[in-house]
């Protein structure tokens, strides 16, 4: 246990002398690659200052373009009410789907709530073989009526280019069926959180000029996610500095690839100059190459900066609830980029190999002086990112060193490793550079996104330093391996999230806005729903289902995105037997939850509407009772939740009709899915007693929930406990149930859908 450092140095050398290996020849080793080492200090210090002379020289124009736009009043961008004068154009928004089931919906639906503009339309690329993606798009597309279906007609996954191209023959298309007739296109992805003042700036600014690029940035993400939280450094710096400075020397601004507006007659020189492929299928970074393009063919191209003041919710300081403020903002796309390491890593590897790479391969060098400079530019990362990850060795190492030096003091008769004075001067300056570059970070980072993301700048330089390394090992193997093989170099798509409704700051939670964000609901509708809820409380989400202003199918797909978990319809007869033992049906109706599946050990409960605290509590204690380790929660129709306490703990419910209906579909004259459509068509039309009383007035919503609680232990059925308490008349609890389903209906219905198999007449289930 006593091991000692002069003991591993001892056991160390004996191991080398048994080895052959003489002090002296492992002297004269580590001497030599101490000379190797003091070289490579010498190139990685020059190449540094190269570097860091170039980032300064940027760093330098910025400010200076700052300080004369202190005093430029004739070059101040317009007024905010001209923009909101300004006559609308026709948009088309142009947003390319590959396996985008997971977010695209959402974004369209945060879109079309977010822009403050009316003349715009949405088109998405689908692909032939991407079903999840088109589904969400058709369903999206019964919601808002500007959004459309752009059809590539062949599998997927191709690139984003050819994707991109397809879009634009649509709109083309889509001009000659309807006369319509777009002023500009605008790029978007499915996972782009827009600006409500993005269309107006398209707007104004696109005049005059051939291609507009607006801001992008980073959504604001937990400062312990370092790899994601880089990407807040790096777009806050090249979207505040660099590319508002590239614009203004070069007078061309590259494409970020979303946020970027093509004017009509750009767009069409694109098409004419590619044959009707405006997208340049060959390359990886296709909004870079069209930006190079567009300047070739003499289409001026601007980036821009533009703020403006728009209402935002925030909690009020000195009372409950939220109030409505005006805050100047820039009016930028964000969106979330990836948080692992891997992903990242991907990610820049196809931004290296399409920009520095292909874009040196494709675009050569061209244009004056400063064009082929900031070409430069785009492709010292080939240079600068091996020369960063080589001089945090070369740290390393040097730390190390006198580190053993410290213990061992025989190995400081080592060299010097600087000895010439002008190396000790790069190292200084190089020094200062550093600094300068942190602190510049540093600053864009804390305007940006404010001063809580600031104090880890330094160490999020380092994971950019790391992520661009392995994305510089990684474009080069494929670059090699593509001039060796001849084989073309695949698209590597990012895999894309979205952010929620609380992340967005849309619906602050209460349902009526959720269903407006979906639109579900206009905003005439729900101020309805509140005056009436303000006249006899009912809550909101029933309050709209009384009034017929909304589905109950929409109703669970709210309450699932407001607790950011699933909602599902479901078929009470599908449920196992075993599993509806879990809870008796009065307790099923109490809580009005039905247990459903099996998962991962535990079980999954459909829910009607989110349940308090302690009924929860009190729910999880009867299934814990029943053997359920772990429970899942989801939302489903009220009507499928009703149909399940009425029937499905009766195994004999429609048993005769259910066979019949089995056999039916097995011979093949009724599909699966028409099936189900069948069962939801029945199953749609079913309400609760309670329901039916509290819309004919003859009760009120809290008189209900009183006798629910009262009666929950007392034997016989509801209508009967209320009667016997006289909350309601004997006549008006007949009424209601005869406006309630019967089984003699549902059997009536299932005897016509399976006589229409038989005829082979087409499904017809709206009762």
């Not at 998405?124 to 752009?150: C, L």
């Not at 700051?505 to 269903?515: H, K, M, T």
């Not at 309400?687 to 929930?705: E, P």
Request: charged share 20%.
């Amino acid at each position: 246990m006593g091991v000692t450092v002069q003991t591993i140095l001892h056991d160390a050398g004996t191991w080398f002398t048994s080895a052959g290996v003489t002090p002296d020849s492992l002297f004269q080793a580590l001497l030599a690659y101490w000379g190797f080492l003091k070289i490579a200090i010498i190139v990685t210090a020059v190449l540094i200052t190269i570097s860091s002379i170039d980032d300064l020289f940027i760093d330098l124009l910025f400010w200076w373009r700052s300080w004369e736009k202190l005093w430029d009043f004739w070059g101040r961008p317009p007024k905010q009410a001209l923009l909101d004068r300004h006559p609308e154009k026709m948009i088309a928004l142009m947003v390319p789907a590959w396996q985008e089931s997971d977010v695209i919906a959402s974004m369209v639906a945060n879109t079309n709530k977010t822009f403050d503009y009316s003349r715009y339309k949405i088109f998405i690329g689908v692909y032939a073989n991407d079903p999840d993606t088109a589904r969400e798009v058709e369903k999206i597309r019964q919601r808002f009526p500007n959004v459309y279906r752009a059809e590539v007609p062949h599998d997927g996954p191709t690139s984003k280019a050819d994707c991109l191209n397809w879009l634009v023959q649509n709109i083309l298309l889509h001009e000659k069926r309807t006369g319509d007739r777009f002023d500009a296109f605008l790029m978007h992805d499915a996972e782009d959180v827009v600006h409500p003042y993005g269309l107006k700036t398209v707007n104004w600014f696109i005049e005059d000029r051939g291609m507009i690029q607006m801001p992008v940035l980073s959504m604001d993400r937990p400062w312990y996610e370092l790899v994601a939280c880089h990407y807040m450094d790096e777009f806050a710096e090249f979207h505040t500095k660099d590319l508002p400075v590239r614009s203004q020397v070069s007078g061309m601004t590259p494409s970020a690839g979303v946020a970027t507006a093509f004017a009509r007659s750009a767009m069409l020189a694109l098409c004419r100059e590619k044959d009707g492929q405006p997208f340049n299928t060959d390359s990886l970074t296709e909004d870079y190459d069209v930006a190079h393009r567009l300047s070739a063919l003499g289409y001026p191209s601007e980036f821009i900066r533009y703020h403006a003041r728009v209402p935002r919710r925030r909690k009020a300081w000195f009372r409950k609830g939220d109030v409505t403020v005006m805050r100047r903002e820039l009016v930028a796309t964000k969106e979330f980029f990836p948080d692992k390491f891997v992903t990242s890593v991907r990610q820049k590897t196809r931004w290296m190999l399409g920009i520095s790479y292909l874009g040196w391969q494709q675009l050569g060098w061209f244009g004056d002086l400063a064009n082929r400079y900031y070409l430069f530019r785009d492709r010292k990362a080939l240079f600068t990112s091996p020369v960063g990850a080589i001089a945090y060795l070369i740290v390393i190492q040097v730390l190390g060193y006198w580190g053993v030096s410290a213990i061992w003091p025989q190995i400081a008769q080592l060299p010097p490793l600087i000895d010439q004075p002008w190396v000790w001067t790069l190292v200084f300056i190089n020094f200062f550079f550093l600094v300068n570059r942190i602190l510049h970070r540093a600053w864009f980072t804390g305007t940006n996104h404010g001063i809580k993301h600031v104090w880890l700048t330094p160490v999020r330089i380092v994971v950019s330093n790391l992520v661009g390394f392995g994305a510089f090992g990684r474009s080069l193997r494929q670059y090699v391996t593509h001039l060796i093989t001849g084989r073309t170099i695949a698209w590597d798509k990012t895999q894309h999230s979205y952010p929620s409704l609380s992340e967005l700051q849309q619906g602050g939670g209460r349902i009526g806005d959720v269903l407006r964000f979906w639109n579900h609901l206009s905003e005439e509708d729900l101020e309805r729903a509140l005056a009436a809820q303000r006249n006899r409380y009912r809550p909101i989400g029933l309050q709209l289902l009384d009034l017929g202003l909304i589905e109950d199918e929409h109703l669970a797909e709210a309450f699932a995105e407001r607790g950011e978990v699933y909602a599902s319809m479901f078929d009470a007869f599908q449920i196992e037997r075993d599993l509806l033992k879990v809870l008796t049906v009065q307790q099923a109706a109490w809580f009005g939850a039905v247990p459903l599946r099996r998962q991962n050990g535990g079980i999954d409960v459909a829910l009607s509407e989110p349940l308090p605290a302690p009924r929860r509590a009190e729910l999880e204690k009867l299934l814990g009772v029943a053997g359920v380790k772990s429970v899942r929660y989801l939302y489903a129709p009220l009507s499928d939740i009703a149909f399940a306490i009425r029937f499905a703990w009766d195994d004999q419910a429609f048993a005769a009709s259910r066979a019949v209906l089995a056999r039916t579909r097995q011979e093949g004259r009724i599909s699966a899915s028409d099936e189900a459509g069948l069962w939801r068509a029945i199953r749609v039309k079913h309400v609760r007693l309670g329901d039916l009383l509290v819309r004919s007035g003859a009760l009120s919503h809290d008189d209900l929930q009183t006798a629910l609680t009262r009666g929950r232990d007392l034997p016989g059925r509801l209508g009967e406990q209320l009667v016997a308490s006289g909350l309601v008349s004997a006549e008006a609890r007949d009424a209601a149930l005869a406006l309630q389903v019967s089984a003699a209906w549902v059997e009536l219905r299932l005897s016509e859908a399976i006589a229409s198999a038989s005829k082979a007449e087409p499904a017809r289930y709206a009762y």
